[in-house]
């Protein structure tokens, strides 16, 4: 895919990807390590991968990193999550983050749904 053909949160999603890239190509043992663990946490078990994913949008909301809520409204949709199971997690993350974690869910985390389900893959 051209970058100049991505929508912004391809764009995002690029930009990560290259990111941890050039972290494995430095740091092999510790990604490595890393990317057992984070895909271990992940794995379906009494909760789903779904309520796995929307926890995940919800603590990247509260700690205002834009690349997790981009990478992890992704897998709310990968996993089958519709938008009001996102925009409740969202709700839920405000509880905690106030008005600072309100502010992403209502733009930046509502725009990646928007585009994440609209855009053709």
Known sequence: ?????????????????????????????????????????????????KEKQLMALGISIVAQDEYCMIYHTKGCVDQGATEKEILEACGVAAAFGGGAALSQAVTLVQDAYMDLTTTVN
């Open 1 to 49: 895919m051209q970058e100049q053909n991505m929508t912004w949160t391809q764009t995002y999603l690029h930009d990560y990807k290259e990111g941890m890239g050039a972290f494995r190509e430095h740091m092999p043992e510790v990604s490595h390590k890393f990317d057992e663990f984070t895909q271990e946490c992940f794995k379906a078990g009494e909760l789903s991968k």
